[in-house]
T-cell receptor, first 113, second 109 residues
Framework: SAVISQKPSRDICQRGTSLTIQCQVDSQVTMMFWYRQQPGQSLTLIATANQGSEATYESGFVIDKFPISRPNLTFSTLTVSNMSPEDSSIYLC??????????FGPGTRLTVT | DAKTTQPPSMDCAEGRAANLPCNHSTISGNEYVYWYRQIHSQGPQYIIHGLKNNETNEMASLIITEDRKSSTLILPHATLRDTAVYYCIVRVAGNDMRFGAGTRLTVKP
């Protein structure tokens, strides 16, 4: 299994500002994923982040709005830039481990006012 | 990746078995069936996965039909803490997880 932590656990931010969310894993992993879960909705994949390469973004998500860093095999950040109230969501990171399982972090609850 | 169809909600009595169905009629031969659950506002929790054989672990059993077009997750003795949204996902190992709407299971005393 994998133990994943995210910081911050929650935040309230003002429109137009940016927030960087950190994801830390207790072991080295190749693949990390970032998801968004809007209120009352299911999870939507934002991007896949592999160490040593540029993140791959899903349709509807762009690097300028959601820049991602993956400096090593245990850490990644997602920045939500120039926030608007529509960005209010839970943001989750997940990792792929051996035996084809994905494990999820506890999420970061973001409220934009 | 193939899509899945799940009932939007189900109820189950505490102590009884909860049987959650999932249809995945367009599943490919190399796609696994995964089940996750999400308890209110927490990150999704892995439950079980399988390819074509039935699987059992300490949390649940997964029954996959012979043609692999559907599956059932069984929680043998549901408790109130099993109240959650359950997601059935099919994917090729190593690909990202694509979540549908899931089934909201409510376990009632």
């Amino acid at each position: 299994s994998a133990v994943i932590s995210q910081k911050p656990s929650r935040d309230i931010c003002q429109r137009g500002t940016s927030l960087t969310i950190q994801c830390q894993v207790d072991s080295q992993v190749t693949m990390m994923f970032w998801y968004r879960q809007q209120p009352g909705q299911s999870l939507t994949l934002i991007a896949t982040a592999n160490q040593g390469s540029e993140a791959t973004y899903e349709s509807g998500f762009v690097i300028d709005k959601f820049p991602i860093s993956r400096p090593n095999l245990t850490f990644s950040t997602l920045t939500v830039s120039n926030m608007s109230p529509e960005d209010s969501s839970i943001y989750l990171c997940s990792v792929e481990k051996g035996d084809y399982e994905q494990y999820f972090g506890p999420g970061t609850r973001l409220t934009v006012t | 990746d193939a899509k899945t169809t799940q009932p939007p909600s189900m109820d189950c009595a505490e102590g009884r078995a909860a049987n959650l169905p999932c249809n995945h009629s367009t599943i490919s031969g190399n796609e696994y069936v995964y089940w996750y659950r999400q308890i209110h506002s927490q990150g999704p929790q892995y439950i079980i996965h399988g390819l074509k054989n039935n699987e059992t672990n300490e949390m649940a059993s997964l029954i996959i039909t012979e043609d692999r077009k559907s599956s059932t997750l069984i929680l043998p003795h549901a408790t109130l803490r099993d109240t959650a949204v359950y997601y059935c996902i099919v994917r090729v190992a190593g690909n990202d997880m694509r979540f549908g709407a899931g089934t909201r299971l409510t376990v009632k005393p």
